[in-house]
């Protein structure tokens, strides 16, 4: 993962459907074991640029509240929440949304259907200080 401003690039190996665990608190260059919570900013997703190429499949998310337990994002109607993508495009997500989460992957496909990459991938994602 790299960052750059207020996005960060993350990658889908090829042959792979699940992006490495993404740590937003840390974005904002602030550690979650500071003290002084009124300076930890806090990174929240708030959009997503996708690659010029992409092996067909909507994104899907894990979420973690402490980076080690992840579980399926699902919706208050217990749906899993899917964006539809295609390559080379880019997404607005509510940032409401994303909130809560500290901790995120991304995966190619649905939970019970995975799309792995035919190549790596890499995702910009575009962030949000939320002032956590």
């Given at each position: 993962m790299s960052r750059h401003g207020n996005s960060a690039t993350v990658s889908i190996a090829s042959g792979a459907a699940l992006t490495a665990a993404l740590n937003l608190?840390?974005?904002?260059?602030?550690?979650q074991d500071?003290?002084?919570v009124s300076q930890k900013l806090?990174?929240?997703?708030?959009?997503?640029i996708m690659p010029s190429?992409?092996?067909?499949?909507?994104?899907?998310?894990?979420?973690?509240?402490?980076?080690?337990?992840?579980?399926?994002?699902?919706?208050?109607?217990?749906?899993?929440v899917a964006v539809t993508v295609t390559a080379n495009n880019s997404y607005?997500?509510?940032?409401?949304?994303?909130?809560?989460?500290?901790?995120?992957?991304i995966r190619s496909g649905t939970s019970a259907a995975p799309v792995n990459?035919?190549?790596?991938?890499?995702?910009?994602l575009l962030l949000r200080a939320t002032g956590v």
């Open positions: 608190d840390m974005l904002s260059g602030v550690s500071d003290n002084v806090g990174m929240r997703l708030g959009g997503i190429a992409w092996t067909a499949a909507s994104l899907t998310f894990q979420v973690s509240a402490d980076g080690t337990n992840f579980f399926d994002l699902h919706d208050k109607y217990d749906s899993e607005l997500l509510d940032l409401a949304d994303w909130i809560t989460f500290p901790y995120l992957k990459q035919a190549a790596t991938r890499s995702l910009i």
